[in-house]
């Protein structure tokens, strides 16, 4: 839907730095077959499962790396 809306929209797909193996590997897939951009997430701090303040600033320091052109 949102490449027949917005067809020169730049899709990205966030990885989680939990999934690991073949989910990973579906994610990209599926990124690729629609024509999105894949980004991974990696060495997050966090605190019972959710990301600190330290870790907020990785997820968005990450995410800006993975999406410079």
Excluded: S, W
Excluded at 17 to 30: D, E
Excluded at 34 to 52: F, M, R, S
């Amino acid at each position: 839907t949102l490449r027949e809306n917005h067809p020169d929209a730049r899709l990205i797909v966030i990885g989680n730095c939990n999934i690991k193996g073949l989910v990973v590997q579906c994610l990209k897939n599926a990124a690729a077959h629609v024509g999105a951009e894949y980004v991974g997430l990696h060495d997050i701090e966090k605190i019972g499962g959710h990301p600190t303040v330290l870790g907020m600033e990785q997820i968005c320091e990450q995410i800006l790396q993975g999406i410079e052109p």
